[in-house]
Every structure is written in C-alpha cells, then in structure tokens.
C-alpha cells in the first residue's frame, strides 16, 4: 500500500531538517536535537533498507516556486509562494508498506517540533478484487 | 525475453535450480544470485542457440559454475564449509550425496517455504517468492508494484541478508511449524493474487502478470501437497475469481460489479476445475477459510444470471467462515448475503453495529455495502450520502468512479442540473 508523507513547516529562514528552523524546533537544547536526529536518522536507514521508502524529496523555499493558472483561453504565471499560509509544504515521502498502521507509525515519527505531517494515501488505477 | 514461450520453461526451473544450489553449497543468498545470472544467460542464448534437452540440468551447471567462482572469488569457501559441517543431517534438506545437483527432486516447496520464512516481513516474503520461486526479475516485480527498481532491490536484498543470518534456513520445518509455514506460503501466493487481481496493468509481454503467476504457484504448491484442503482451496479460490477478470473492467476502464458483469465472458474452464477442487476438499478434513471463500465463489460462478445466485447457501457459508475466522470484513460480507436473502432491513442489523467500529474506519467497503442495503431499503437519500461518504474513502480509481455514479443515480431532484 503506498501512503504520502507530506511535511507543512514554517522553518525561518527556510532550511531544512525543517525542525532545526522552526521557533519550536529552536528551543530545544543541542542534547534533544542530536537524540532527535539520530532516532530520525535511524528510521529513514531502516526505511531505506527494508525497500519500503520508494521516494523522498526536501523542497526549496515557497517563495522559488512558479505558480500556472488558467485564465482566458490560456495559462499564466507569476511568481509563488502559491498561498498565504503559515505553514507550506516542506517536503514529500513516498511509501509502500504492509499496512495503514504501519504507515501510521512511520508518519507519527516525522512529527518534529513546528512540522505538521499529513499521511495520505495514494490511489490505485486496479479495482477491487472481487 | 523475446519468446514468451521459452521464459515460461526457464522459470518453470527456477525452484528446482536453486534448491540444488543451496543443498549443495549453503549459501542461500549467494545461490540465489547465480540463478538470477543463469536465468540471464539462458535469456541470452536459448532463443539463439536453441533450448537444451535438460532445461533444468543446463540452469545447474552455469548457475553452479557462477557460485563457485563467486565462492571462489569471495573467499567465503571456509565459511560455507565450517556452515556445512554444523548442519543437523537428520532433517535437513541439504543431507544429500555428492551427486545431488543432478539428482532429480523436487525443491519447490522447500525453496517456498524459505523465501517465506517467519523473520521475514510480508512484503519481503512476497518479492522474494517472486524472484526465487517464480523466477522474475527484480525490474519485472518492481514494475508489477510500480516502485522503481532499487526500492525493490533494497526490500529483496535485505530478505537474502536477513535469511543469511537465520541458522539453517532451508532445514525442514518440525511437524508442529509446518502448518503455520505452509498458510503464510498460502497467504503470501494470496497477496500476489490479488494485488495481480487488482492491477489493470501488467500482463504485458515482458512482465507476466502477478495473477497467472500466482495461479501457476498456487499449482505447484498444490501438486507438493495435494491432500491440504486449505491448499486446494487457495488454488480453487484464485481460479474461481480469475475466472471472472474479462469481466470486471469494461471497456472504459470503469469497474463492473459482480452483478452487473457479462456472465458469457467468464472462463468455463477455471469455474469447472475450480469447482472440482473445492468439491474434493471439502468433504474431507477441517474446513478452513479458503476453502469457504472458494465455495462462496463457487456459488456466484455456478448462476447463470445474477438473480438465479443461490444467496440462502452464500449466507450460510460466511456464518462458517465467520465462526472459524471471524471479523468486520467477514460480517459485512455476510450482511450483503443476507440482504439478498432475506431483506434489507435484516442486513442493516448487522451493518449498523459495524459503523462505529474502529477497525474499519478507514475501508470504504462498510458505506459502499451500507449504501447498497439502504438503497435496496427504499431509503434513497441515507443511501445517496452514505454511497458520497464510501467514495470519499475509497482508494481505488475505477471502484470510487463506480460510486459517484452510484451516487449521482440516486441525486435528489432538486440539486440536479436542468
């Protein structure tokens, strides 16, 4: 079953990991920092290693972001970010795992101080199976 | 792979070869990879120089003649040597004479019951078997669960790792395990079934399709243990359900429910010899739970029209099943059988209790069923919502297009467009 993992941050600067730049991922003290990095650190190798993480991508500041729309008979840009929100996509993982719960699992432990995560699930092009 | 004919030979091989290596030489990661290369080679040159007499004996020899070099080349002979002299002979499949790789035995289930080892986790179990039983490649099985290839490399590598550092691996299971082993070979041949079942895609002429390589498994497993009637029922269960594939797209690629299908599209043949292995199973030993799904696939396959299903035997058959494997899913599945049978009003007895279970909080399958039953109760805008709520959750394409026009049949006159 493949899930997205999508991190909403709002680092500042913008820099990534996400939870070193967010005002509550800056109160931490450099002990806690480090534990947090190595437990993060672990579970990507383990992820990496069983074949369960298909893809992952840290994105740059919201502000590089080129935003189309259709308008007329005809497309238009300007020039991101693409909403005024507080927090922005930050980044992507794609995976493929055995269960919801066990992507449940995964997407709690991305969960750093100032990131919001969002775990959905992709849809499939077969049909059921009976 | 330019003959689709002589890839089916060269895979048929695959178990057998690499059982011979590893009773041979032990090392199970190693031998695995030397089958792979072997079946490279035999993609190379059989269309060209033609195929051997002995298929299997030629796959020997070059895949014997890469290990040892490896071997050879790793230094690991010490190792591999110190790994055999531990071995327990008694029970041990690789106890064998010196001659063993051209002694003809039949390693398949030994090699299936290793790639579906209990350390290993489900996903690692199914590409595995994928690759060392039914011999694909590692792009080929990617491509089947539309990973890119080094996601599945990495799962199929960490599984050789992680069989590597088990003790003996290919030893015989004792009695006592060889149940438990024998079903997570069972569901493990399950899950590529349906997830092949599922896919519109493969099946093309460079990836055989995970339900027909599914189907020939479930074969072999079945000629190794022709007196397991759950094994039966497994193989009864894929060709009862296959046997209805053509029918379940159509030709926009939206799905068809069973209902609804084109009854002369179903395969006659896999229905007939489906039915007779489920006919032979059941009368003898426990019943388990494939058998009972393969009945109930049975029933549907035998009507003619939707309307002559016998629905009183259906619903009987998932009271069984419920009793020996009960859950959610097996009671809502029920309740679809006893709407027919006996009623709406029947069935939402049992669907209403399920709506607050927490188990099924995320499958769309409760409100699809739920919609259905309230639609068959008369109540047209309860079943208008909840057909709205099950296509919110559901994650297949073709299956959620199938409820919003569910939905939109049952739209309230006055929100439809003029």
């Known amino acids: 079953m493949k899930y997205v993992i999508l991190i909403h941050a709002n680092p500042n600067p913008w820099g990534h990991p996400t939870g070193h730049f967010t005002d509550e991922g800056r109160q931490l003290d450099a002990f806690q920092r480090l534990a947090m990095d190595r437990k993060f650190d672990e579970l990507m190798e383990g992820m990496a290693a069983s074949g369960e993480l298909v893809v992952c991508e840290a994105l740059a500041d919201p502000g590089s972001s080129t935003i189309y729309r259709w308008k007329g008979d005809t497309h238009v840009a300007t020039e991101g970010p693409y909403a005024e929100t507080k927090e922005h996509l930050a980044g992507f993982f794609l995976v493929d795992v055995e269960s919801r719960e066990r992507a449940e699992e995964i997407a709690a432990a991305f969960a750093h101080p100032g990131d919001v995560i969002e775990l959905r699930p992709a849809m499939w092009a077969g049909g059921p199976d009976a | ?418």
């Open chain 2, 1 to 418: 792979m330019s003959d689709p004919g002589l890839d089916v030979v060269w895979r048929a091989c695959a178990p057998q070869v690499l059982g011979a290596l590893v009773r041979r030489y032990g090392r199970f990661d190693l031998a695995e990879d030397a089958l792979q290369e072997a079946l490279v080679a035999a993609a190379r040159q059989w269309p060209t120089e033609g195929t051997p007499d002995d298929p299997k004996a030629w796959l020997i020899r070059v895949a014997s003649r890469r290990l040892v070099d490896r071997l050879r080349a790793d230094g690991a002979r010490a190792r591999r040597e110190e790994r055999v002299a531990r071995r327990a002979p008694a029970n041990d499949l690789s106890a064998v004479g010196p001659s063993d790789a051209t002694v003809d035995r039949d390693d398949t289930l030994g090699v299936m019951l290793l790639c579906c080892h209990p350390s290993l986790s489900r996903p690692s179990q199914v590409a595995l078997t994928l690759r060392a039983v039914a011999g694909l490649t590692t792009a080929q099985i990617a491509r089947s669960f539309l990973v890119p290839e080094s996601t599945m490399a990495q799962r199929i590598v960490r599984a050789k790792v992680r069989l590597e550092e088990v003790a003996d691996p290919f030893a015989v299971p004792p009695v006592t395990e060889m149940p438990a082993r024998v079903a997570a070979v069972a569901h493990v041949l399950y899950l590529v079934f349906t997830e092949g079942h599922a896919a519109t895609t493969g099946g093309t002429l460079t990836t055989p399709s995970l339900g027909t390589e599914a189907i020939r498994l479930a074969r072999e497993l079945h000629r190794s243990l022709p007196d397991d009637g759950e094994v039966s029922g497994l193989l009864a269960l894929m060709l009862l359900t296959d046997a209805r594939r053509c029918a379940r797209i159509d030709a926009d690629g939206s799905f068809v429910p069973l209902a609804e299908q084109d009854r002369t599209l179903w395969n006659g043949d896999q229905i007939a010899e489906g039915i007779e292995l489920v006919d032979a199973a059941l009368p003898v030993g426990p019943v388990g739970p494939y058998q009972l799904q393969a009945a109930i696939a049975a029933v549907h396959d035998e009507a003619l029209t939707a309307e002559a299903t016998d629905w009183t035997q259906i619903e009987q058959l998932y009271e069984m099943l419920e009793r020996i494997a009960p859950g959610p899913i097996v009671t809502l599945n029920r309740a679809v059988a006893v709407a027919e049978a006996r009623g709406p009003l029947a069935a939402l007895d049992l669907i209403e209790p399920l709506l607050d279970d927490r188990r099924l909080r995320h499958t769309h399958r409760l409100h699809a069923v739920h919609a259905h039953v309230l639609e068959l109760a008369g109540r047209t805008d309860d079943a208008h919502s909840a057909y709205l709520l099950a296509a919110r959750q559901a994650t297949s394409i073709p299956e959620q297009r199938h409820l919003l026009a569910a939905a939109k049949r049952l739209e309230p006159e006055s929100s439809s467009p003029p």
